[in-house]
C-alpha cells in the first residue's frame, strides 16, 4: 500500500511526513544496512577510536588510565630502531611497488595475449596466493639458505657466485620483496587480465590499422583503458605493502642489524614484547594517519574516475 | 538529499552507541571471571592455566588428578576454570585477558617478563600471605626475581642455569670425547672447527641473532664470563666491556676464521632447537631443559645429548618460570591461588615433585631442575632424595653440568626491561654472525648508547 492510496479523511491523522515517507520506503535498506554498520562499529571504527584514546594514555589493564599527553610518542620516536623501520618501510613500499605492481601486469598482458594452455598459467599464477602466506615465508626461508638453498644452488649452476640473502644487510631487504612478490602477484594479475578483457577489440583493431606496434598499442590503448583499475591497484599495493610483517617477522627477526626492521614490525615489538601497547598504538596511529593521507588519495581518484 | 543526511544520521548514531556500549572502565574490573565468596560464605572460586595440553597425555593426566586431589583436601575452594593454552604465558593475549577479566586468577610467566609485569602493576602483591607457603623460607635466589622494594610478586616454580649442551654422536664422529666435552671457550673453538670439518650441514656451535633471542643469549655469555648488561642500580649500560668485547670476537672468530657455525641464522627459540635436534650441530648455550624439549618438542634423540657447565663461567644467567596471581583478585582468591600454587609445585613429593608417579607414567626424572630451593633445607634436601630416588633416565647426561656449576652464583634478568635491550643487543649478535668487516668496538659502543639513552627515558 502506497501513501497515495491511504484515504484523506482518516480521522486526525495527519499526513505522513516527507521524512517518514522517506524511512518507510528504504526501511528493508536500512536494515540490511545495520548488520553493516554495526560489524564495522564495533571491528574497525570503535577499534580506531580507542587506538588514538590508547596513544595518549598510559595504562596497565588494573589502575585509571593516565594522559600523559605525547609522552608514547616520543618513546617511539627516540627508539634507535624508529628511524630505521621508517627507511625499511619506505624502501619495501617502493621496491614491492616496482615489482609488485610491473610484473602482475606485464604477466597479466602476455597471459590475455595467450591462445593456449590459458586456464593452467592462470592457476599456476594465483596458486600462491592459495598457500598459507606463513607456509610461502617458510619455503623461501629454504630457497634463501646460503649452503643448501635452491637459489644458490641455480646460481652455482651457471657458475656465478652463492649471495647471503637473508644474511646480509643489503639483500635481506629485497630478498623480504621478491617473498612479498611471489606471494601476492597473482591476486594482481588476476585483476588486471579481467581489466584487460573489459577492452573492445576494436580498439586494437583500429589501432593497428594505424600503424601502431605492440608498444604502441599498450601505450596508447591498454594503460588508458586500465586507468582506473591500475591508479586503485596502485594505492592499495601502497597501503598493504607499508603494513609488512610477516615477511620480517618470520623471516629475519628485523634483522640483520635493522636492516629489515619495519614499523608494523616495531609495533609489535612494543605492544606485546616490550608490553608497552600505549607506544604500540602510538606508533600505529602514525602509520595511520600516513595511511589515510595515501586512502584520501585513493578516494579522490576514484571519485574523478567515476563522475 | 534528505535520505543521505538521515543516512549519516544513522550511520553516526549507531556507532556512537555502539562505541559507547563498547566502552570499558578499567578502574572498577572485578577481577577474574571467578568469583570470590566473603569469608565463611561458602568456597572460594579460582582458575587456573597452564594445564598441560591434550597432546601431552602423561603430564595433563597428572595434572587433573592433582587439581582433583587439591579440591578434596580445599573443600573451601572451587578451581572454576582451567585452561590450557600454549604458550602458557602469552604476551599477545595478556594484556586484552587481563582488561577484559578473563585473565586466570593464577597464571604462568616465564622470567623475562616477571619485572616488567612488577613494574607495570600487573602483578598481585603476595607479600601478606608468602609465609604460610610451608617452603617459602628455603627458596633459593630465584625468588629474587619476584621481589620489589621488599615485597614479593610471584612464586618461582621452574629454575635453572645455563649450559652447554652438545651432542655426543656429532663429538664422537668429530673424534672428539664426549666425556670430556670443552670446559673454555678455546676449547669450544677447537671442538667447533672439528665438528664443521665433518662436512657440509655440521655446524660446530649455533647461536642466536634476531627476535631478541640474539641478545637474550648475548647476555647469558657476557655473565658467564663475569660480566653485566646493566649497572647494579639500573640506571646505565654495562657490557661495552671486555667480558662483552670477548662474546662477540668469539663468536666472530667462529663464524669467519674458524668457518664453524655454518651460515644460517638463528632468529628464533625454536630455530637453533631444530637444527640442534636435527643432529648436525655440535653445541649450543642452553639450560638442562633444553634436553627434555629437544626430545619432546623437537623429536631428538634424547640418548645422544648432554649437558655440561658453562665454559669458564663466574655467574649463570637464571632462566625458569613461576605463578603470579591476578592483580584484580580479592584477598580470599590470593590465598587460594597460593594454597594451589604451593600444592601443584612447591610441595615435596607432590605434584610436579611427585617424582614416583611421574616415574610409573613414564615422565622424565633426574633432570636437576626445576632449581627452586637451597641444597641446605630440608626441601631442597627432600626433592633431592625423591629425584635420585626416582630417576629413570641417564643421570650421566647432566652430570657435568651438575658438577660444574656447582658454587657459580645465578644471575637475573637485566631488569624489567630486559626485552628491549635484548633488543638492541640483536644487533651485535647479527653483525657479528652476518658481517666478516663487523667492527666490534663500534657495535658495542652504539648498543651501550642506545641502551643508555633506553634506561634514561625510562628514568
Redesign the interface.
Known sequence: MTTASIPAASGRRRQPTKLRRAVRRNVTAYGFLCGALICFAFFSWYPMVREVILSFQRTNFVDPPRWVGLENFRTVINDPAFGPAWVNTAVFTLLALLCGYGIPFVTAIVLNELRHARAYLRFVVYLPVMLPPAVSVLLFQWFYNPDYGLFNQALGLVHLPGLQWLNSTSTALISLVIVSTWMNMGSGTLIYLAALQTIPSELYEAAELDGAGLFKRIWHVTIPQTKLILLVMLLLQIVATMQVFIEPYLLTGGGPENATVSVVYLMYQYAFNFGNLNAGNALGLMLMIVLMVFSAIYLRVSRDNTV | M??HK??IL??SG??I???AA?GTD??G?SGDKASAAPEGAGPVSISVNCEPPKTNKAERATFEEDLAAFQQLNPTIKVAKVTDAFPCYD??TF?PK??SGELETVFYVNFP?VG??IE???AADLTPYVNEIKTFQDYNSSIDLFKKDGKVYGLPTDGYGMGLVYNKEVFTKAGLDPSSPPKTWAEVQAAAKKIAGLG??YVGYGEY????V?GWHFTASVYGRGGSVITDDGKKAAFNTPEGKAVLENLHQMRWADNSM????Y??WPALMKAMAGGKMGMMLGAPDVLISLRNDFGGKFENYAITAQPEAKALFNGGAGYMIN??ATPEQIKAGLKWIEYKFLTPGKGQFDYARAKSADLTVGQPYPDLYRPDTPSGQAVDELRKANANIDLAQFAGWVEGSKGIPPKAEPGP?A??IY??L??PM??V???KDANIDQLLADAES?VN?LLA?KG
Not at chain 2, 262 to 265: N, R, V
Open positions: 534528505k535520505s538521515l543516512s544513522l550511520v549507531l556507532a552507541a555502539a562505541a563498547c578499567n578502574s574490573g604476551p599477545r594484556e587481563l582488561a617478563n616488567r609485569l607495570s602493576g600487573q657440509p650441514g641473532s634476531g627476535n631478541n640474539g655454518g651460515s644460517q641464522l632468529i628464533d592483580p584484580k626491561y626485552q628491549e633488543k638492541i640483536d644487533t647479527s653483525a654472525l652476518t658481517r642506545k639513552s627515558s
